[in-house]
């Protein structure tokens, strides 16, 4: 499976910005798909996660109410809808996706995208 993230940008805060993670290689419509972030000097957090059908969503209490998750499996896609940004939501962003249930896990996912910047200036 490989995975493109994109739709990163430099924002302001209270701004929107929608990522995409396109999935080829293989379908992805059986795995579970997640977003990851990594600011500078920091590890790796979950973000948030959708299941194999799309109905099961999972988010850090961080995004709640704020980031939205969804895919398309037709097109083989996950997207990531972030409103209300703010500056600590400033990292690079990863799309990831895995086949175990246990979506909040950075260990669980074997396959990863390359990240996009998304940068939220105050």
């Known amino acids: 499976v490989q995975l493109q993230a994109s739709g990163g940008g430099l924002v302001q805060a209270g701004d929107s910005l929608r990522l995409s993670c396109a999935a080829s290689g293989r379908t992805v419509s059986w795995h579970g798909m997640g977003w990851f972030r990594q600011a500078p000097g920091k590890e790796r957090e979950f973000v948030a996660a959708?299941?194999?059908?799309?109905?099961?969503?999972y988010y850090a209490d961080s995004v709640k109410g704020r980031f939205t998750i969804s895919r398309d499996n037709a097109k083989n896609t996950v997207y990531l809808q972030m409103n209300s940004l703010k500056p600590e939501d400033t990292a690079v962003y990863y799309c990831?996706?895995?086949?175990?249930?246990?979506?909040?896990?950075?260990?669980?996912?074997?396959?990863w995208g390359q990240g996009t910047l998304v940068t939220v200036s105050s």
């Open positions: 990831a996706a895995t086949q175990s249930g246990r979506y909040t896990l950075r260990s669980e996912y074997p396959f």
């Open positions: 959708v299941g194999w059908s799309g109905s099961a969503t």
